[in-house]
């Protein structure tokens, strides 16, 4: 069923046009691409269900002008929170595929909200200081340029969210899908950091999380299950979380390009998320 699916999404997503694409939508068109990217070169299934255009050769050539257009738009005007988000969005690119001229924006823009929130200044991006955003652009910095003052920055972030943290691994009064980009930001520092360090508040809350019972509405749960390897340990929750992304089914209170009022805004929205986690799904499921 899957791959009939993701026949129809591939072909649907193919006839997007990126130049009138905004950023979340690139992003999801970009990431949903290199998923398939990666699992086309061990799946030979991929350019045999999908053609041509599958080949890695196009599917690589298709991410690229993905994440061009999206490096553009990070030169216009837009909420810090849009900026911020569009900037992780962008350092996630790179780490897959790395273009200096792309890293060059993405650090530039990453600059100026970092300066202006160490500065302390009334400015719009204090309000993101102790946000996950922060913590991943922060992570990313120390990844790229090996800046060990973004690596105490995104520590002391992690420690203040491990010691906000119950017994029973729960953040009260902190929305789920904020308690997700939460569980990204640490695993993002086990990828780029140090592995060990936050393991135990990492697994404690996801534990915590997983079991919630509106989790399965909750697409962001994929991306950290994706991010620390655990699928297989919660295969009810992601087949339940699959259908109802491939039925439309988003959380209402999720935040950014994955909540329910902005892909309604936008039709195409839903086939570029659902493209990219069905594509997500594969490469964490398949096997050689």
Known sequence: MFKTKIK????????????????DLLAHISFGYRNLLIL??????????????????????????????????????????????YIVYLLHTLIFHYNPDHMQIAQNAATEILDAITAKESNKYLSLANSPYICKILCYDYYFRSE???????????????????????????????????????????????????????????RYY???????????????????????NYLQQVEQIMNNVLEGKLSASASGSISDANRTKNPQMLKALQFHILALYMLNTEKE
């Open 148 to 206: 060990k003052d973004s690596r105490k920055k995104a520590e002391h972030l992690l420690t203040q969210w491990t010691e906000q943290l119950q017994q029973d691994g729960s953040w009260p009064e902190v929305p789920p899908d904020v308690a997700l980009q939460r569980l990204e930001s640490y695993a993002l520092y086990s990828d780029v950091a140090d592995q060990n360090k936050y393991q135990t508040t990492l697994s404690k809350a996801l």
């Open 40 to 85: 086309a070169y061990t799946m030979p299934w991929v350019t045999e269900t999908l053609g041509d255009q599958a080949r890695t050769q196009v599917l690589t050539a298709r991410m690229l002008e993905a994440a061009e257009r999206l490096a553009a738009h990070l030169d216009k005007d837009m909420t810090a929170e849009n900026r911020a988000r």
């Open 8 to 23: 129809t999404l591939f072909r649907d997503v193919a006839s997007i046009s990126l130049e009138t694409a905004d950023p």
């Open 210 to 232: 997983t079991e919630l019972p509106h989790i399965t509405d909750e697409v962001r749960l994929l991306f950290v299950l994706a991010q620390t390897g655990t699928f297989s």
